[in-house]
């Protein structure tokens, strides 16, 4: 896994913080200096904090478990739905509706609504209704698709989260919390990262920081997504090949006994003789 370069932390305003009357204390360590009022992170710290991080969701994704994105804000919604569409990891970028974890079976409800109304439209049942109807179902499928769509394969709880703000997404951070499922997050000067599991100290408001940082974090869940497969398909292939191996000692004894049983009836016919 290749690691963060500084100057790409740099150029993408990474080290950029909010203004000192809005930090949070708790981002001190994080912190470099304040310039103008507003703080700088300190990326040399950003740098092994997002590798670790980076590496621990390699991780989760190679074990075949879920990693959900949170990024509900205009800047990062978009960037963060391109970039974890490539991945096939869940992801809300419309809203959060309350609940999502700590009362994931409703929402799992709304999911199934969704595929209910998908296997309705193609039934004869469809076409019998009104165009009133179907303009309210259509709307409904809409609606759903807006704000469950892109977590329509969670079919159980993810093993951890990826936020960007966490002051935003604070109701995210309280239900992992509730359920201690593992935290991922792109932490500001303003934010607490005692809150967090695995804080990257970043800047969380400028849309290059946020492609970058969710850049590396999904490199490495397709490194850990390509080393799974590749260890699936070596494991099949060596079942394979121990399967080829006991068929073919199979057929070997099987021919050691007829060679034996024809080598035993010509030493008895030698002998009559």
């Known amino acids: 896994m290749s690691k963060t370069n500084f100057d790409d932390l740099l150029d993408a305003g990474v080290h950029f913080?909010?203004?000192?009357?809005?930090?949070?204390?708790?981002?001190?360590?994080?912190?470099?200096?304040?310039?103008?009022?507003?703080?700088?992170?300190?990326?040399?710290?950003?740098?092994?904090?997002?590798?670790?991080?980076?590496?621990?969701?390699?991780?989760?994704?190679?074990?075949?478990?879920?990693v959900l994105f949170v990024a509900t804000k205009k800047q990062a919604k978009d960037i963060v739905a391109e970039l974890v569409t490539k991945t096939g990891m869940p992801y809300a970028t419309e809203r959060w509706p309350g609940g999502m974890l700590t009362n994931f079976a409703t929402i799992r409800k709304a999911v199934r609504k969704m595929t209910t109304i998908d296997k309705m439209v193609n039934e004869d049942s469809y076409k019998n209704l009104s165009?009133?109807?179907?303009?309210?179902?259509?709307?409904?499928?809409?609606?759903?698709?807006?704000?469950?769509?892109?977590?329509?394969?969670?079919?159980?709880?993810?093993?951890?989260?990826?936020?960007?703000?966490?002051?935003?997404?604070?109701?995210?951070?309280?239900?992992?919390?509730?359920?201690?499922?593992?935290?991922?997050?792109?932490?500001?000067?303003n934010s607490n990262p005692n809150d967090v599991d695995f804080v990257i100290p970043a800047n969380d408001d400028a849309s290059k920081s946020i492609a970058l940082v969710v850049g590396v974090i999904c490199t490495a869940i397709e490194e850990g997504l390509a080393e799974r497969k590749m260890e699936k398909e070596k494991k099949a292939s060596d079942q394979a090949k121990a399967e080829a191996d006991r068929a073919a000692a199979k057929v070997a004894a099987v021919a050691k006994k007829k060679a034996d049983a024809a080598a035993e009836v010509a030493s008895t016919e030698d002998a009559e003789a």
């Open 17 to 66: 913080g909010h203004l000192k009357r809005k930090w949070n204390p708790n981002m001190a360590p994080y912190i470099f200096m304040e310039k103008n009022g507003i703080h700088i992170l300190d990326l040399h710290k950003t740098i092994v904090l997002l590798d670790q991080a980076a590496a621990a969701a390699k991780q989760i994704a190679k074990s075949g478990k879920k």
């Open 131 to 189: 165009k009133r109807e179907r303009l309210q179902l259509d709307r409904e499928r809409a609606k759903l698709e807006k704000n469950f769509g892109s977590i329509s394969d969670l079919t159980r709880l993810p093993s951890a989260l990826f936020i960007v703000d966490i002051v935003k997404e604070k109701i995210a951070v309280a239900e992992a919390k509730k359920l201690n499922i593992p935290v991922f997050a792109m932490v500001d000067t």
